[in-house]
């Protein structure tokens, strides 16, 4: 992996919470990934992290079979929205992980905070209720706050469909992670399949400016008008801009000294209403139905639909933005909330201060002072050991200090980012690209791709010093879990408990994840001694009816000479070994009586001599009582 990210394992997220319910799925059609996301709690019954009791609710999108490319560049698209480019105005994502499959394919696991999005709510799609010009300004506001806060840097902000927006008090908070079951990522029903962007495999930041806007301008009408975007595209995605302009012609607030009509369209909005809005009559015919229990009713149009009136200055904003024939119109979208322009004028206006390099700042501004969210990068000039420091703060801020929800990234000699004000109560510190500290005593290690599950530590509890390490409990991908020492980050010296079927245990001293020398214990049998490439190499093996050998091997296999000793007997076998098995000279020893000896040969496993009475009437009695053997 050539770049650098912050991506723990999928195993810590089901360590850390539990999942409650499918949300939704949904397809980010930049790169054609499906995904499903999940409603998720804090594990309650998770013993490493009791600040965790503070619980929340939380999202969790996993991307499914996704190739190393696309995962990749999903990965940095996350980490941006995830580090640099936290707002109030997206669901915060804290957590990035993957579950490999095999070399080449992925599933990528995403974990939001929903701390300000209520699920339980309705979002826009579902409010039946049309917007004044004070709640669209509003709604037209955040849509443009989030793009030159978020998604002008990152696609990861850009799904804008009214089933992913919800109030948030008196404003709106856009559920970034797309809980729309018909997909996420450029909607298709509020973009013209005209529009540039669908021509771009790879899509430029221009085209993805002018898609958003046209989109946010769009989400925001329909809105306030209550229609069904599907009156606005014929049937081949095509966008009716004759019928935009006859609605943007009919929600203008008009003078009472300006009596000039239009021939162009059709001034009365009920014959407009019946004509033109076929899907939004369709769907306002449902509702009612609906509501009196599919008894007969008198049908009419609903006081929610094309209820206001705006001001010209407002409209023409949606004639800019809404344009499919001169799309450059378009670029006015981020001005709308900007200084100098600022003409939807919101509070505090986004700017951008740049000083030099590592040195700027950009955000909503009061009075030249960051007031609600932005972004302060800068480095540490003149001598001493802060020299060449680059501090990043990310997020929320009050009169120009960091307040809420925000990130503090730290460069000097090596990397820190730092979540602070998570819901679950933690702060989440990523060190050096190489761990994240979710407290100080518990931390996940970040293994890059391609390592051995049994080599990847996913949450280690204990003391670490440096970075490093050094004594504790850890829990590997391949369900091993070790208590004891470490060394380069690796376990040294303790207790390794292998989680099978045969309750494997080993106990001594371990070079990397691989057994060095100690006791290995099985519900067949045991070995002490040394190990090699985690195989027995020289020791004692014992099974569980009593019989012991002790001995050379190979890869596992017993070789050159060894001794044998045959469970509750004093008879004992001492020879040559290959692959396994009993091969050339040897001898049977009785140790109970003085002298009791015969050398015999064995080709194969097999004895080519014959045994004398006494050998053969003990061997013999101890195989009709069938006791195994691993002699």
């Known amino acids: 992996m050539n770049q650098q990210f912050l991506v723990v394992e999928a195993s810590l997220i089901d360590r850390l919470f539990d999942k409650a319910e499918i949300l939704s799925r949904g397809n980010d059609l930049i790169h054609g990934i499906s995904s499903i996301i999940y409603r998720m709690t804090t594990n309650k019954k998770n013993k490493w992290l009791k600040l965790f009791d503070k619980g929340g609710n939380y ?3 996993i991307y499914e079979n996704i190739n190393r490319q696309v995962f990749e560049t999903k990965v940095l698209q996350l980490q941006k929205a995830m580090t640099l480019h936290l707002n109030p105005y997206s669901t915060r994502i804290i957590l990035i992980a993957k579950e490999q499959l095999n070399y080449t394919k992925f599933n990528l696991h995403v974990v939001y905070e929903l701390q300000h999005v209520d699920l339980d709510s309705k979002s826009i799609k579902e409010q039946r209720e049309g917007l004044n010009q004070k709640e669209a300004v509003a709604l037209l506001s955040l849509l443009c706050q989030n793009y030159v806060l978020g998604a002008q840097y990152t696609n990861e902000f850009l799904d804008i469909s009214p089933q992913n927006i919800f109030r948030n008090g008196n404003s709106y908070i856009v559920s970034n992670f797309g809980i729309n079951f018909a997909g996420t990522k450029f909607d298709r029903i509020y973009l ?3 529009d540039p962007i669908y021509q771009e495999k790879v899509p430029s930041q221009k085209n993805i400016l002018y898609s958003y806007a046209f989109r946010a301008a769009l989400v925001t009408l329909c809105q306030m008008t209550q229609i069904d975007p599907l009156d606005l595209f014929y049937l081949d995605g095509q966008f009716k801009s004759e019928l935009l302009d006859n609605l943007l012609y009919l929600i203008t607030k008009k003078e009472d000294n300006d009596k000039k009509k239009d021939k162009r369209f059709i001034r009365s909005i009920d014959k407009f209403f019946n004509e033109k809005l076929i899907h939004t009559k369709g769907q306002d015919y449902n509702e009612q139905l609906k ?5 007969s009713f008198e049908y009419e149009r609903s006081d929610r639909i094309l209820k206001y009136k705006y001001n010209k200055e407002f409209i023409d904003i949606f004639k800019k933005l809404l344009n499919v024939t001169h799309i450059q119109s378009r670029a006015i979208f981020p001005l709308l909330v900007s200084q100098p322009d600022n003409r939807l004028g919101v509070q505090n206006s986004y700017d951008e201060q740049f000083y030099y390099l590592n040195n700027y700042m950009n955000g909503t501004f009061d009075n030249k002072v960051l007031d609600g969210c932005g972004i302060v990068s800068s480095d540490q000039e003149g001598q001493g050991k802060n020299k060449g420091r680059i501090t990043q703060k990310c997020g929320q801020f009050s009169k120009g ?4 929800e925000y990130n503090i ?6 990397f820190e980012c730092t979540l602070y004000n998570l819901q679950c109560g933690l702060t989440f510190r990523y060190v050096n690209w190489e761990m994240l500290y979710l407290v100080e005593d518990v931390v996940a290690p970040i293994n890059p ?3 051995s599950p049994k080599e990847s530590i996913y949450i280690f509890q204990g003391t670490i010093e440096n970075g490093n390490l050094k004594e504790g409990l850890s829990h590997q991908l391949d369900n091993t879990i070790f208590k004891g020492k470490f060394q380069n980050n690796q376990p040294y010296e303790g207790k390794m408990n292998y989680q099978n079927q045969n309750n494997d245990v080993f106990e001594g ?4 994840f691989n057994r060095k020398n100690g006791l290995f214990t099985t519900k067949d049998f045991t070995f002490e001694g040394q190990f090699q490439n985690d195989q027995f ?4 093996l014992e099974d569980k009816d009593g019989g012991k050998f002790y001995g050379h091997f190979n890869n596992g296999l017993k070789v050159k000479s060894g001794i044998y000793y045959y469970p509750q007997s004093s008879i004992q076998y001492q020879g040559l070994y290959a692959n396994d098995k009993r091969h050339g000279l040897g001898k049977f020893i009785d140790k109970s009586q003085e002298n009791c000896i015969q050398e015999v040969i064995y080709n194969n496993g097999k004895c080519e001599s014959k045994l004398n009475e006494h050998f053969s009437k003990a061997l013999k009695e101890r195989k009709t009582t069938k006791l195994k053997t691993i002699g």
């Open 192 to 194: 013209p399949k005209t």
């Open 59 to 61: 999202a969790l999108q």
């Open 409 to 414: 990234i730290n460069i000097h000699k090596k």
């Open 449 to 451: 791709i391609d390592k």
């Open 537 to 540: 190499l020289n020791g004692l």
């Open 509 to 512: 001293i371990m070079e990397g």
């Open 291 to 295: 509501k009196n229990f599919g008894k």
């Open 401 to 404: 200090k960091e307040f809420g």
